[in-house]
C-alpha cells in the first residue's frame, strides 16, 4: 500500500501577519476533503478536533488512505488569540463571502460582516483553498450553544450530513434556524454546488468528548 505523506504549509495571513496553516494528506485527488476549523475565534472546540484528526494521521497515515485531505484548522488566528468571535478588523469571517445575500451591517454587530464581501485576508485565504484543490467535499467545524448542535448541510450535502448523523448522532439541518448572509455555506454550497455540511459541535461538551464523537465521522468522509 503506498505510504501517504503528510506536507504542512502557508496558505496565506492573517489581519495580524499570523500565518493560517494548511495540512495535506496525500491521497486519490478525486475524493478530496476540505476541513476547516476555527473561523471564529470563540470556538476553540473546532480547533482541538482538527489538529486531533491531523495527529491521527500522522501517528497512522493508513487512516487517511481513502482520499486527499486539507485541513485548516485554524482559520483565524487573531480571533482565536484572543478567543474573539471576530478578526482583529472586528469582521466575523462566516458574514464575509462574496454571495449575492452578503449584507452591510454595523460594526457594533457581533456577525459584522465587513465593510464589503471578501474584504478579509482570511476570507481570501479559505477561498484560495477552496480554488486550488478543488474539494467534492467540504467540512467546516463550529461549535454552538443551546443543544443546537447539528449536522447542518449546503448545496448538495444532505447525504454527507446523514452519513456523519450515522456516527456522531447529531441532528440533520437544512438550516441553522436564523439567517446567515455571506457565509461559506452559501459560497460554497449553494452557489458553487459542493457539498458543505457545517458540523456545530455541542458547546456544552468536553474536548475529548468532540472529539471522540466525531472521530469515525470525519474518517468516512472520503
Known amino acids: 500500500?503506498?505510504?501517504?505523506?503528510?506536507?504542512?504549509?502557508?496558505?496565506?495571513?492573517?489581519?495580524?501577519r499570523r500565518p493560517i496553516w494548511l495540512t495535506k494528506v496525500?491521497?486519490?485527488?478525486?475524493?478530496?476533503?476540505?476541513?476547516?476549523?476555527?473561523?471564529?475565534?470563540?470556538?476553540?472546540?473546532?480547533?482541538?478536533?482538527?489538529?486531533?484528526?491531523?495527529?491521527?494521521?500522522?501517528d497512522q497515515p493508513r487512516r487517511a488512505t481513502q482520499g486527499r485531505w486539507i485541513i485548516v484548522p485554524l482559520v483565524n488566528p487573531d480571533g482565536y488569540e484572543r478567543r474573539n468571535?471576530?478578526?482583529?478588523?472586528a469582521v466575523d469571517i462566516n458574514r464575509?463571502?462574496?454571495?449575492?445575500?452578503?449584507?452591510?451591517?454595523?460594526?457594533?454587530?457581533?456577525?459584522?460582516?465587513?465593510?464589503?464581501?471578501?474584504?478579509?485576508?482570511?476570507?481570501?485565504?479559505?477561498?484560495?483553498?477552496?480554488?486550488?484543490?478543488?474539494p467534492n467535499c467540504i467540512v467546516t467545524v463550529h461549535s454552538i450553544g443551546g443543544f443546537r448542535y447539528c449536522n447542518n448541510y449546503d448545496g448538495p450535502g444532505a447525504a454527507i450530513a446523514k452519513k456523519m448523523k450515522k456516527i456522531n448522532g447529531y441532528p440533520v439541518k437544512a438550516s441553522i434556524g436564523y439567517p446567515t448572509p455571506g457565509s461559506f455555506g452559501a459560497w460554497a454550497g449553494r452557489e458553487r454546488q459542493i457539498p458543505v455540511?457545517?458540523?456545530?459541535?455541542?458547546?456544552?461538551?468536553?474536548?475529548?468528548?468532540?472529539?471522540?464523537d466525531n472521530r469515525d465521522a470525519f474518517l468516512n468522509l472520503p
Request: net charge positive; proline share 6%.
Open 1 to 16: 500500500m503506498r505510504k501517504n505523506s503528510i506536507t504542512s504549509e502557508t496558505l496565506g495571513y492573517s489581519v495580524n
Open 26 to 58: 496525500s491521497g486519490p485527488a478525486k475524493n478530496t476533503v476540505l476541513l476547516l476549523g476555527g473561523t471564529h475565534g470563540d470556538e476553540p472546540k473546532s480547533v482541538f478536533v482538527l489538529q486531533r484528526l491531523i495527529d491521527l494521521f500522522t
Open 85 to 89: 468571535r471576530r478578526n482583529a478588523n
Open 96 to 134: 464575509n463571502f462574496p454571495t449575492p445575500n452578503w449584507e452591510r451591517t454595523t460594526r457594533r454587530t457581533r456577525m459584522y460582516g465587513g465593510e464589503a464581501p471578501g474584504s478579509e485576508p482570511e476570507t481570501l485565504a479559505v477561498m484560495q483553498a477552496v480554488t486550488r484543490f478543488r
Open 197 to 212: 455540511v457545517t458540523l456545530e459541535l455541542p458547546s456544552h461538551h468536553s474536548l475529548k468528548r468532540c472529539w471522540e
